[in-house]
């Protein structure tokens, strides 16, 4: 596992935790790049990968490897994250361990409704144990 990036209030050691909890609980194995980026950066993947001209919390993408071994990608951006966290009541620490499980449990293949039902499905409350966990 890689955990690479800007600095923020979570350490590599702690992502690395959330991510390697999941991956544990969920009984996969996976090679994950888990990347801190600012709003530019997070915009330009959102604009490029998802047609939204605008910056996001986290982004995941989900790959197979040539061994045919699950691969992922995830990026976080601390800065929109700070005010998800805001939102929601939480520490921004809290929030960047939120977007590190959501952006695994996206890489293993789980996904979401969009919108205000997303919080009330299998994915949201499957990813809110593992921060429960990791608080």
Known sequence: ???????????????????????????????????????????A????????????????????????????DIYVCPGVAARGAKAHGASVREELIRLVVHGTLHVLGYDHADGERRTLGPMWLRQERYVACLG
């Open 1 to 43: 596992m890689v955990v690479a990036g800007r600095s923020h209030p979570l350490s590599h050691a702690r992502a690395e935790r959330a991510a390697r909890l999941v991956l544990e609980r969920e009984h996969r194995t996976a090679d994950l790049s888990i990347t801190f980026v600012g709003r530019d950066r997070m915009r």
């Open 45 to 72: 993947l959102n604009a490029e990968w998802k047609g939204a001209d605008r910056p996001t919390d986290v982004l995941a993408f989900r790959l197979t490897g040539p061994d045919r071994r699950l691969t992922g």
